[in-house]
């Protein structure tokens, strides 16, 4: 479990009991509110890619804690534009904060922050790297709607080659005991490094091309967007698009259980049918809302207030 | 035949009296090995051995070097490109020491991150990786966590 004055950089730098830690914080900061714990406190929020809505749950998460946030503002405005680099800019926002919440397009680009902010630094996504307040509160959604993380059958589908959300939280759900379906066509599969790894550490995996085959043995369900640049041919994608949507009727026609539950990182396009939105197994708003008392549980731990 | 091979004059190269002889180099790697040690600006003695028949990996490369011991750094880039080399020290002609080279838990400096979108290739930051394989050698990049193997390396 992160202790005061630590970052959260990556998935990889917990194990499972730090993971499960977490996400007891993130429960009681759910039930309790603790308002006032981070009074005095003050996060910065630098994000020099954009993502309004990760930005917002920082702040938000902070501000339920009592806490105050300071803007960085719009990479165009910031001193980024004028060639300042990265260590020193970190450097200078370190001196005003007590914590950092930190957006780059640079891979890497918070653990070299975490080095030499001199306040925590929590990764609010490096590029196409990690973004472990991501992870987190999807594990958080897992475990809040099936009592548990072990014994479940986890499937993901989309753009499984290039989505950061999804090598994270396999990473993080190879710590547990489950099962992990790929369901992807062959031009967005698994990267063949991760695949070893999972292969390396025992764990339990098997891949797809068909949605429909797999969708009766799974408990979670992960859904992705797949997104056109990755494709040179438009009819590829639109063929690739269609058939990974999932939809009411695919629901019913496959055979998926009843207590399915399906995720997604959101935004979503087409790949999620509004029709599945007022049903049961729809999950990704609440999982969406689940980023606050996450996102709270990481502050106060780091600020040593937990 | 084996009889020939034995008749057959052996290839005869100076010994050295005190160094380091580093044996076992795979052979396409061995002037890789030579530019990792600076050998072009050595000024003792060098001597520098390719296609050399050798059971362990059919033909290798051997590289001899007067009065030089090396640096970890240098250890450590041989252990990348060079994994099966065997390092002899040398005294008064006899080996007096004889290790296999072995990468350390993390390298730092020695090689280039691949990935152009990682923040140790955007700005002037130290690579530093986790090893995670040591034969076939296998690199983590601490910073964007890519994982690269042996055909990746970029030497510094
Ligand atoms: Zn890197």
């Given at each position: 479990m992160p202790q005061a004055g630590d970052s959260v950089i990556?998935?990889?730098?917990?194990?499972r009991d730090e993971i499960l830690q977490v996400l007891a914080a993130a429960a009681r900061m759910e039930e309790?509110?603790?308002?006032?714990?981070?009074?005095?406190c003050v996060l910065a929020t630098v994000f020099l890619e954009p993502s309004t809505r990760t930005r917002l749950s920082f702040a938000s998460a902070m501000m339920k804690l009592g806490g105050q946030v300071l803007d960085f503002g719009e990479p165009e405005q910031s001193s980024f534009k004028k060639g300042e680099s990265l260590s020193d800019a970190v450097r200078i926002v370190g001196g005003y904060c007590d914590v950092i919440a930190l957006r780059h397009p640079w891979e890497g680009a918070a653990r070299l922050a975490a080095q030499i902010a001199g306040v925590p630094v929590i990764n609010a996504g490096d590029g196409a790297n990690q973004h472990p307040t991501q992870t987190f509160l999807d594990l958080y959604t897992i475990q809040k709607v099936k009592?548990?993380?072990?014994g479940l059958t986890v499937g993901f589908v989309g753009d499984?080659?290039?989505?950061r959300t999804v090598h994270s939280l396999v990473t993080a759900l190879s710590r547990f005991d489950c099962e992990q379906v790929f369901v992807a066509p062959p031009s967005l599969a698994m990267p063949e490094g991760l695949l070893a790894e999972l292969q390396q550490g025992g764990v339990s995996y098997s891949q797809s091309e068909e949605l429909a085959e797999v969708l009766p043995g799974l408990d979670i369900l992960y859904c992705t967007r797949i997104q056109q640049?990755?494709?040179?041919d438009s009819l590829e994608y639109e063929r690739v698009k269609g058939a990974y949507r999932l939809d009411r009727t695919l629901l019913r026609d496959s055979g998926a259980r009843e207590s399915l539950r399906i995720m997604h990182p959101?935004?979503?396009?087409?790949?999620?049918?509004?029709?599945?939105?007022?049903?049961?197994?729809?999950v990704y708003f609440e999982q969406a809302r689940n980023g606050v008392p996450v996102r709270q549980a990481l502050l106060a731990l780091v600020l040593g207030k937990v | 035949m084996a009889a020939e091979e034995k008749d057959r004059p052996q290839l005869s190269v100076t010994a050295i009296r005190n160094g380091t002889v580093i044996d076992h180099i795979r052979n396409e790697a061995t002037f890789k090995v030579a530019d990792i040690l600076r050998l072009d600006r050595e000024e003792e003695v060098v001597l520098v051995g390719m296609n050399l028949p050798s059971g362990k990996v059919g033909r290798k490369g051997l590289i001899k070097v007067e009065s030089r011991e090396l640096t970890p750094d240098e250890v450590n880039k041989i252990a990348l490109i060079a994994p099966d080399a065997t390092l002899n020290i040398i005294k008064d002609y006899a080996v007096v020491g004889k290790r296999h080279v072995e990468l350390p838990d993390s390298v730092e400096e020695i090689v280039r991150c691949?990935?152009?979108?990682c923040v140790t290739n955007k700005q002037d930051v130290p690579s530093r990786f986790d090893v995670?394989?040591?034969?076939?050698p296998s690199l983590r990049c601490a910073y964007c966590e890519r994982t690269m193997r042996s055909g990746d390396f970029v030497l510094r």
């Open positions: 990556s998935i990889r730098d917990f194990g309790c509110g603790h308002f006032g714990l981070l009074e005095g009592g548990q993380v072990d499984l080659k290039y989505g640049e990755r494709f040179a959101l935004p979503r396009v087409d790949e999620l049918a509004p029709d599945i939105d007022d049903t049961p197994h729809a | 691949i990935n152009p979108d995670i394989r040591s034969t076939p």
